[in-house]
């Protein structure tokens, strides 16, 4: 039996059908090859069999030996479609225009999952040299803009998506002995995410019996590790100043929008949850979580901030989910100024509530300037702050730690630190009615911005040694929304549609 194949690149050229007889001949050719291939396959098995192969070495050759076999019925496929001569002239694809067949065959690249294929095929236009205006073989095949076929573009962006784009080039040399490089796969992301948004746009909103009573809206930063530019001369020496980071990043916005069920609990089952671990089971699980990212950037010369186009985003979502504005609608976010008022902008009507989890960490930064950390006192002090904050008692917490800082005396960091988290908890007093939150069966946690942002951004684009421009990583983190909003096969199915009746208008396949 032949040794076990190599991970090797195939080009075959794809016999050229004409009229007539020769067609057939050529359909008999490739159904020919087909068999001796399928028998081939067969006493490959026998073969193997006797030479007492391992397993896993009868896998390696068998999937080999299907890649050509795929690759040669592919070819197959493609003969039944002869070369696509409509005769000596031919309307354009909009029928507004009578074009004439050029003299000579064009040759058309097609990269499948099997291998490459190149077909000569009849098109025509003006003249030689000129614009294609109509390839008909093109049209009944369904062949793509590129030179990539659609099957290879999915696949290709799903390992893009989780790792970096050398890891997906490596992966499919390994499993389909194609040789694609890592500026290919990056152009690739990059015009395959020029279709998000338009799908985004056209998706039909969850069912209302599908979405659960209360609408919940978050958003949070997240930095982006950039590219420098390209730098004319040479490079100036520059001593980094204290806390300068030696990669500049780019802050992108990252925010989701679902519903959920009411979920109503006491201050104590909170306690007992966030101190103590003792999760309730009868939590609900978000419904329909839509997650997106944005980044600053122009559109149309106009130039768009992060936070207002995430907002913009979350605002049409939203929009299309709650049309007779029948349900509450909760944001739950950090305290940075700029998402609450854009907030009191885009969303002016919904209850805003601070995440719970960063005023714990407040707490626990007040209590270590009195306590030692990992110490029962200074849990003790966050429990019975939390506790006042659940209850709505924010003014006697916040009197609370003004006495402290003044009867202790505290100085230099200490200090410093306590009346940053004193002024935190006033700045943000609006947001603290805990009390009234957690009657209600409002969410008072992020923990659904902070995951969109680790999976979203941190999860890829923050691989150790990446580095993004803007176009990219704008590509990937669109991308990445649609595969995590489970939407990827839906959106490659519209995708495909969109390019078809975009290239081939009443002709596409």
């Not at 050759?61 to 003969?79: C, E, K, P, R, S």
């Amino acid at each position: 039996m032949a040794p076990l194949r190599q991970n090797i690149g195939y080009h075959t050229r794809m016999f050229s059908p004409t009229k007539g007889t020769a067609m057939i001949m050529n359909q008999e050719q490739a159904l020919l090859k087909a068999q001796v291939q399928l028998n081939q396959l067969i006493e490959s098995v026998h073969s193997a069999a006797a030479a007492a192969w391992r397993i896993h070495q009868v896998e390696r050759d068998l999937m080999a030996q299907l890649l050509d076999l795929g690759l040669t019925l592919l070819n197959l496929f493609i003969a039944h479609h002869g070369d696509g001569d409509l005769g000596t002239t031919a309307g354009t694809v909009d029928g507004r225009t009578v074009v004439q067949r050029l003299p000579q065959k064009h040759d058309r690249r097609y990269v499948a999952i099997f291998g490459e294929l190149t077909s000569p095929r009849v098109v025509y236009g003006t003249r030689e040299g000129q614009r294609i205006e109509r390839a008909p073989l093109d049209e009944s095949l369904g062949l793509p803009g590129g030179d990539f076929s659609y099957v290879i573009e999915d696949w290709a962006q799903r390992f893009g998506l989780k790792g970096s784009f050398a890891e997906a080039a490596e992966s499919l040399q390994t499993l389909l002995r194609l040789r694609l490089g890592v500026h290919t796969l990056e152009r690739m992301s990059q015009e395959m995410a020029g279709s998000v948004v338009p799908f985004r746009e056209a998706i039909e909103p969850p069912p209302a019996v599908d979405e659960g009573p209360i609408l919940v809206v978050t958003a949070d930063g997240k930095g982006i590790p950039m590219r420098r530019p390209p730098q004319e001369g040479p490079k100036p020496h520059h001593r980094r100043t204290k806390g300068e980071k030696a990669n500049k990043k780019q802050m992108a916005c990252v925010g989701a929008v679902y519903s959920i069920k009411p979920f109503v609990r006491t201050p104590n089952d909170v306690l007992d949850e966030v101190l103590r671990d003792r999760c309730s089971d009868d939590r609900p699980e978000p419904t329909h979580k839509h997650v997106w990212a944005e980044m600053s950037r122009d559109i149309e010369g106009k130039p768009i901030g992060a936070k207002d186009a995430i907002f913009c985003a979350l605002f049409q979502d939203l929009t299309l989910r709650n049309v007779g504005h029948d349900r509450p609608v909760v944001c739950v976010m950090d305290g940075e100024r700029a998402l609450w008022e854009a907030q009191r902008v885009y969303f002016p009507e919904a209850v805003g509530i601070l995440d719970l989890f960063h005023v714990m960490e407040r707490l626990w930064t007040a209590a270590h300037c009195f306590h030692a950390e990992g110490s029962d006192d200074a849990e003790a002090f966050v429990a019975d702050r939390l506790r006042g904050l659940l209850e709505g008692r924010v003014g006697y917490v916040i009197g609370g730690l003004r006495q402290r800082l003044a009867k202790h005396q505290l100085k230099g960091s200490r200090r410093k630190t306590l009346t940053s988290v004193i002024t935190y908890l006033e700045n943000n007093r609006e947001h603290l009615r805990y009390d009234e939150y957690l009657k209600a069966g409002y969410p008072i946690g992020s923990g659904v911005a902070e995951g969109a942002c680790r999976h979203l951004v941190k999860d890829r684009l923050e691989q150790t040694g990446m580095r993004w421009t803007v176009s990219g990583a704008q590509a990937m983190r669109h991308l990445r929304a649609t595969y995590l909003n489970d939407q990827w096969d839906d959106f490659i199915e519209k995708r495909i549609d969109c390019e078809q009746t975009r290239l081939y208008g009443k002709n596409a396949a």
